[in-house]
């Protein structure tokens, strides 16, 4: 019973932040229907900002989370513009080979930049390693930061969208471009900072990952696959899908890991891709997609 | 010079370089085979049937491993266990077909790179019978009933394939089955309704292109002397499509072009990982923003008598069809913007 719930916290905290991964594939997909093949490593570079930030420049915790978050907007954007905005009318399969260039360039100055320092770098806990006792629970002090930490995240996250002229802007943008064009809305503008939001909700997560595991610039891959999971097991183009899903993958994962073997951790979301994509392609709680000529 | 003239000369020059080479260049120019067939199966999949798939390095992972685990662990002669490895290779390929009957873009797209990242995940876990993550290393075919050298031997051995391989490409592009692939990539509907049947071409194009990756898999182990899971990770991935990027998406002698100059680039790159990521990264990327058509493109342009029949995808369709089909797709993506 111990384990189980201690299963169960780690997969749901670990979830919450593969959660965070996937709904910045979903804000994306859902305004170009582009799955941006980078994402994970915009997640990677908010990380290894708020390293520099924190550990090189000492700045404190939540400064430099919020410099890695606007870092990983600007990267966002600047994806936009290089990858996206010139190529749309080209069709998908230039888009996607242009972001995976542009995650490689990414992996390679990470490598280059921060590669020196032994391959993996230890972000510092932000609060002491003590557990608390909810209950019959214990949980790890730092997973209870980074759970409430997410939650926040998500609750802005929704607040922007539903209350902000700016997050309306997207989510006409998304249901319908060509409306959205005729009311007055500037649709690539729009693209744009939506590819920045998705790539900032990526960095934020990355912030708060990084005390729990260590940094590596292969990190992001591992990460964009199991939010990528997350997304499709919610349908890809839901906001709430994805954080089932993301809860969903983390507890899966962590189930796997513990009444398996510990290398199931690992392999649960390509498994969870495979089977979701071939056998419930329209995930939980997805719109059944309608074919396109 | 034609493009016929080209690959004649290329592959003379190949013929000879055991001559005048080093065990060294003899590597080098014995990779540069393995890549050509390896671009030459993804381009026909990516390039002329327009199956975004990205599964190439695992097909040649499980070639290589397929031909070197059969050799180690049951005994089989290399001659026996290199075809068995293409074949198993090829097996897989086609089953990945049927989930790309359902799929099709995006979702394809990461089906089939997580089905990539599996076979990687195999390989390295699956101890008791890939040796995991350290790699195992695979006696040499023996030539010297021939009187050559082992690296000689295997060397002018990925010649012949190449070769083969490299006619047969050629000829299937020209077919009724090279035809049917272009047309299915251009619109799929459209091809349905010219009477081609997506099931069957969707399952030759896979399994084509898994023959290919695995047959280079194949040879990689009598030409390495070693096969380990590092030899076809993600950055493998970005290689075999750089490749068809630079040479040119939907040309057979792009393929070649595009694997000969960027082997070229990986080995002078080879000691810097991080410069070599960025570097095919940004190959990558500059070539799909600005010459989305491959190196084959301009010297189609610029050098008289270069006359391969490209087969583009939407040359033909004017503005004004693009147009009127966004017209019809109301709310498609970007429909509004321009």
Known sequence: ?293 | MSHRAFLVVLFAALALLPIVANQYTLFVGNLMMLYIILALGLNLLVGFAGQLAFANAAMYGIGAYGAALLQVRLGLSYWIAAPCGALLAMAIGTLLAFPALRLSGIYLALATLAFAQFTQWVLLHWTTVTFGAGGFPVPQPDFSSFGVSPDRGIYYVSWVVTIVLLAFAWRVVRSRIGRAFVAMRDREMAAQALGVDLLRYKAMAFALSGFYAGTAGALYPAVLGYVSPEGFDLFQMILHKAMIVVGGMGSIVGSVIGASLLVYLLEVLRQFKATQEIVFGALLLAFVLFQPRGLVEFLKRSVPGWAEPLHYASDSESPADIAVADEVVAGSRGGATR
């Open chain 1, 1 to 293: 019973m111990l384990v189980l719930s201690y299963l169960l916290v780690t997969g749901i905290t670990t979830g919450a932040l593969y959660a965070l991964v996937a709904l910045g594939i979903v804000v994306v997909y859902k305004a170009t229907e582009v799955v941006n093949l980078a994402h994970g490593e915009l997640f990677m570079m908010g990380g290894f900002l708020a390293y520099t930030l924190h550990v090189m420049v000492k700045l404190p915790y939540v400064p430099s989370l919020l410099l890695a978050v606007a870092g990983s907007f600007a990267i966002g954007i600047l994806t936009d513009r290089v990858a996206f905005r010139p190529l749309m009318k080209e069709g998908l399969v230039s888009v996607l080979l242009a972001t995976i260039g542009i995650s490689f360039i990414l992996k390679g100055t990470a490598r280059v930049l921060w590669g020196g320092k032994g391959d993996y770098l230890a972000f510092p806990p932000l609060v002491s390693p003590e557990p608390i006792r909810i209950g019959n629970v214990m949980i790890m002090s730092q997973q209870l930061v980074v759970l409430l930490a997410a939650l926040a995240v998500m609750l802005v996250f929704a607040a922007f969208f539903k209350t902000t002229r700016a997050g309306k802007f997207m989510q006409a943008t998304a249901s319908n471009p060509r409306a959205a064009a005729l009311v007055g809305i500037h649709v690539s503008r729009v693209y744009m900072y939506t590819f920045g939001v998705g790539a900032a909700v990526a960095g934020a997560s990355a912030v708060l990952m990084a005390p729990l595991t260590l940094l590596y610039p292969d990190i992001g891959f591992a990460l964009f696959i199991k939010g990528f999971a997350a997304a499709v097991l919610g349908g890809l183009t839901s906001v709430p899908g994805a954080i089932i899903g993301g809860l969903l993958v983390g507890i899966l994962e962590q189930l796997a890991a513990g009444f398996i073997g510990t290398t199931m951790q690992d392999v649960s979301a390509f498994i969870i891709i495979m089977f979701a994509l071939i056998v419930l392609p329209t995930g939980i709680l997805g719109v059944r997609g309608i074919r396109k000529i």
